[in-house]
């Protein structure tokens, strides 16, 4: 999953970005609302969700949700304010925004309306993904097999390896390539190098084998990896 997160307070910046990391979300945070655009214009960044703070050097957070469904796209938007008043709160719904978040606010308040909106989002977000008997658990940020029993064995995962599993297993059967996993697994300016790729493609390989998944992701030489699913079965 990856956010994108604008706000200019800087501690307050970094405080969201490394609870978000922590809940193993991919987060660009930018600093100023001109900068944003450019990211919410490139077509090789799928976001989840989105988080604007109202009062931004460049455009406003109200100015980039009105961008964004002028040009009638769905992503999810929680605006960040330190505006309480009705009227505000109005503006900013009005302007697109799908929630409103008044500062001051805890955290663990945003990270409950974050998981509101990608559920009632256009883009909806299912609370799991599975392949096979391969399952990745949204709620716990955790990955689990379910084994013949009828039980479940859960796999432990770094969160870069878990966002590489969620990737591939929201491709199934499809040739990924290295530069996709780069474009989509890596925060903007992160440059990480195709070695990297696939240092975390042999971990998360390995671990997948432990738990009796072995073969799931395999190489397609020349072009990229493949996640089987009936590999999962």
């Not at 970005?17 to 490139?42: F, I, M, P, S």
């Not at 990297?196 to 992701?217: E, F, N, P, T, W």
Request: charged share 25%; hydrophobic share 45%; with cysteine.
């Amino acid at each position: 999953m990856r956010v994108l997160l604008v706000e200019d307070e800087v501690d307050l910046g970094k405080a969201i970005q490394r609870v978000l990391n922590r809940e193993k979300y991919v987060v660009d945070w930018v600093q100023d609302g001109t900068a944003a655009w450019e990211y919410l214009n490139t077509e090789w960044i799928e976001y989840t969700l989105a988080i604007f703070d109202w009062m931004l050097p460049g455009l406003s957070g109200v100015e980039l949700c009105q961008r964004l469904r002028t040009q009638q796209k769905s992503l999810p938007v929680l605006l960040l304010t330190a505006k309480d008043r009705m009227e505000d709160k109005v503006t900013g719904l009005d302007a697109g925004a799908d929630d409103y978040l008044v500062k001051p606010f805890g955290m663990a308040e945003l990270l409950a309306r974050m998981r509101a909106l990608q559920r009632r989002s256009p883009q909806l977000q299912p609370s799991q993904l599975q392949v096979g008997h391969l399952v990745l658990d949204y709620g716990t940020h955790q990955v689990f097999l379910q084994v013949a029993s009828g039980e479940t064995a859960a796999i432990a995962l770094t969160a870069k390896e878990f966002q590489t599993l969620e990737y591939f297993m929201k491709h199934p059967n499809q040739v990924v390539t290295s530069q996709q996993l780069m474009d989509q697994l890596w925060e903007v300016g992160a440059e990480p190098t195709s070695n990297v790729v696939a240092a975390q493609i042999r971990l998360l390989r390995r671990k997948l084998a432990d738990a009796g998944c072995d073969g799931l992701i395999e190489t397609v030489h020349g072009l990229g990896y493949r996640l089987h699913a009936h590999a999962a079965k």
